[in-house]
């Protein structure tokens, strides 16, 4: 008992056949790539099948006008890619919007485990009856609130336009005279004077703390042409989500020597891609460049009524150019790869931080001897200590963390000084210094979608 009927289901086509039960499974865990088509989730497939002997997995489906929901041997599967619902009444297996699957070489499947996990609008029912009663539901809602770009308005002439305006406003306000004068004698693109004084890093205090409040205001402030979501949330809405993604194409490449296959950039899901960790921290830089170079050429010509074309420029020129703080990559390059679902990739010897590292060089030696490649982020590090800079959806995680590692300092200090008086006594150390992070997280906190990807 171990064939079922399957079901395909998009927006133009259904598609019925009798296949494995494995193949279910596989086009469940597809669905990861959120196909928006029946062709799309076939290509999704080649994430977990090779398809070099087979080529396309339902072409021996049949096209039909309504679903087949006679079951067959150990049951039958809806996979609805309109209404993005999964409907199981199998025996053979029950999947569920996150689980894993043994890749398959074409040949058979392999112990290579490779885990999956769906967004969360995907609905999963054990019983076709209930399919019925929920799909119309299903597809209004999908309907209501199509998938969209946000990238024109959050990186296009509105963000332009924002900035010009508050640096505009900015300029007129005589409370903050003292920024304009600060930033006619800072000429670099830092902001930075060649010698520091306290006096001077004052003022420069003042302009940084204007330009964090300028970007705030920005990701804060909900907008009509964003569905009155604010630019962070947009930011944040699949971020959980696509660092999972990415992290588990890390380790299918790390286990099977070769990179899985990316989104193609026809596809519904790179289209109207959320926004991952690294266009996150490519999205802060580009805008805190942006309200820099309007800050100087708002202080240079006032009232410039070309600013936000201008930024315009800036912001493409920017988004092109090899940046040092990303080891020289190109901004735009990494955004575009991670929308894709391509991983990061390091050569070898980018891996060695410091040539007198043992780690690091055993680290290069490995990789270059087919050990698995390496991979590197962008993580938000450097950003300001701020939520709405933070890597946290909401204002409560963010509250919630700040607490624990308060808590977590506090306890480090204290076994310190301990450690200290113990030297100054001359005494034994006990080496009571390392702390476990986890044992400060408060007891009652409910998850907040920011576990660690791979769980």
């Given at each position: 008992?171990?064939?079922?009927?399957?079901?395909?289901?998009?927006?133009?086509?259904?598609?019925?056949?009798?296949?494995?039960?494995?193949?279910?499974?596989?086009?469940?865990?597809?669905?990861?790539?959120?196909?928006?088509?029946?062709?799309?989730?076939?290509?999704?497939?080649?994430?977990?099948?090779?398809?070099?002997?087979?080529?396309?997995?339902?072409?021996?489906?049949?096209?039909?006008?309504?679903?087949?929901?006679?079951?067959?041997?150990?049951?039958?599967?809806?996979?609805?890619?309109?209404?993005?619902?999964?409907?199981?009444?199998?025996?053979?297996?029950?999947?569920?919007?996150?689980?894993?699957?043994?890749?398959?070489?074409?040949?058979?499947?392999?112990?290579?485990?490779?885990?999956?996990?769906?967004?969360?609008?995907?609905?999963?029912?054990?019983?076709?009856?209930?399919?019925?009663?929920?799909?119309?539901?299903?597809?209004?809602?999908?309907?209501?609130?199509?998938?969209?770009?946000?990238?024109?308005?959050?990186?296009?002439?509105?963000?332009?336009?924002?900035?010009?305006?508050?640096?505009?406003?900015?300029?007129?306000?005589?409370?903050?005279?003292?920024?304009?004068?600060?930033?006619?004698?800072?000429?670099?693109?830092?902001?930075?004077?060649?010698?520091?004084?306290?006096?001077?890093?004052?003022?420069?205090?003042?302009?940084?703390?204007?330009?964090?409040?300028?970007?705030?205001?920005?990701?804060?402030?909900?907008?009509?042409?964003?569905?009155?979501?604010?630019?962070?949330?947009?930011?944040?809405?699949?971020?959980?989500?696509?660092?999972?993604?990415?992290?588990?194409?890390?380790?299918q490449w790390s286990l099977q020597g070769e990179g899985p296959p990316c989104l193609s950039k026809d596809s519904f899901a790179y289209?109207?891609?959320?926004?991952?960790?690294?266009?996150?921290?490519?999205?802060?830089?580009?805008?805190?460049?942006?309200?820099?170079?309007?800050?100087?050429?708002?202080?240079?010509?006032?009232?410039?009524?070309?600013?936000?074309?201008?930024?315009?420029?800036?912001?493409?020129?920017?988004?092109?150019?090899?940046?040092?703080?990303?080891?020289?990559?190109?901004?735009?390059?990494?955004?575009?790869?991670?929308?894709?679902?391509?991983?990061?990739?390091?050569?070898?010897?980018?891996?060695?931080?410091?040539?007198?590292?043992?780690?690091?060089?055993?680290?290069?030696?490995?990789?270059?001897?087919?050990?698995?490649?390496?991979?590197?982020?962008?993580?938000?590090?450097?950003?300001?200590?701020?939520?709405?800079?933070?890597?946290?959806?909401?204002?409560?995680?963010?509250?919630?963390?700040?607490?624990?590692?308060?808590?977590?300092?506090?306890?480090?200090?204290?076994?310190?000084?301990?450690?200290?008086?113990?030297?100054?006594?001359?005494?034994?150390?006990?080496?009571?210094?390392?702390?476990?992070?986890?044992?400060?997280?408060?007891?009652?906190?409910?998850?907040?979608?920011?576990?660690?990807?791979?769980?």
């Open positions: 008992m171990s064939e079922i009927k399957l079901n395909l289901i998009d927006s133009q086509t259904v598609l019925s056949g009798i296949t494995h039960g494995s193949i279910a499974d596989y086009a469940v865990a597809a669905l990861s790539a959120e196909p928006e088509t029946i062709s799309e989730l076939d290509a999704a497939l080649a994430r977990y099948i090779n398809p070099a002997p087979h080529g396309n997995q339902f072409q021996s489906f049949i096209k039909s006008s309504i679903v087949d929901s006679q079951p067959w041997d150990a049951g039958i599967v809806i996979i609805d890619l309109a209404a993005r619902i999964v409907a199981a009444e199998s025996i053979y297996s029950q999947p569920g919007p996150r689980g894993q699957v043994d890749y398959h070489n074409g040949t058979h499947a392999t112990d290579l485990c490779v885990l999956y996990r769906l967004p969360d609008d995907w609905r999963f029912v054990y019983s076709i009856e209930e399919y019925r009663a929920i799909r119309t539901t299903c597809l209004l809602r999908r309907a209501a609130k199509p998938a969209f770009d946000a990238r024109p308005i959050l990186f296009g002439r509105p963000l332009m336009e924002f900035i010009s305006s508050a640096v505009t406003e900015l300029h007129r306000d005589t409370l903050n005279r003292k920024v304009w004068s600060t930033l006619t004698n800072c000429k670099n693109r830092d902001l930075a004077y060649s010698e520091s004084t306290p006096e001077k890093e004052a003022e420069q205090k003042l302009i940084w703390t204007q330009i964090a409040e300028i970007h705030s205001r920005w990701l804060l402030t909900p907008r009509n042409d964003l569905r009155n979501a604010c630019p962070r949330e947009v930011l944040f809405a699949a971020q959980d989500f696509i660092s999972f993604d990415l992290h588990t194409r890390e380790l289209r109207t891609a959320g926004f991952g960790v690294h266009e996150w921290v490519v999205y802060y830089d580009l805008i805190r460049e942006l309200i820099t170079t309007a800050l100087q050429v708002e202080a240079a010509t006032p009232a410039n009524p070309e600013l936000a074309a201008q930024l315009e420029l800036r912001a493409g020129a920017w988004l092109e150019e090899p940046q040092a703080d990303y080891g020289g990559s190109i901004p735009a390059i990494i955004v575009e790869n991670e929308r894709k679902r391509l991983p990061l990739a390091m050569h070898p010897r980018e891996m060695i931080v410091d040539e007198d590292c043992p780690v690091c060089q055993m680290m290069a030696d490995e990789s270059a001897m087919g050990g698995g490649p390496g991979f590197w982020h962008l993580d938000g590090s450097h950003m300001d200590d701020d939520f709405v800079f933070s890597p946290f959806s909401t204002r409560e995680e963010w509250e919630t963390h700040r607490r624990d590692w308060e808590k977590f300092t506090a306890e480090f200090d204290r076994r310190w000084e301990s450690r200290q008086e113990q030297i100054a006594r001359g005494e034994p150390l006990n080496f009571d210094l390392m702390l476990d992070p986890d044992s400060f997280v408060e007891e009652d906190r409910e998850s907040s979608g920011n576990e660690p990807p791979f769980m």
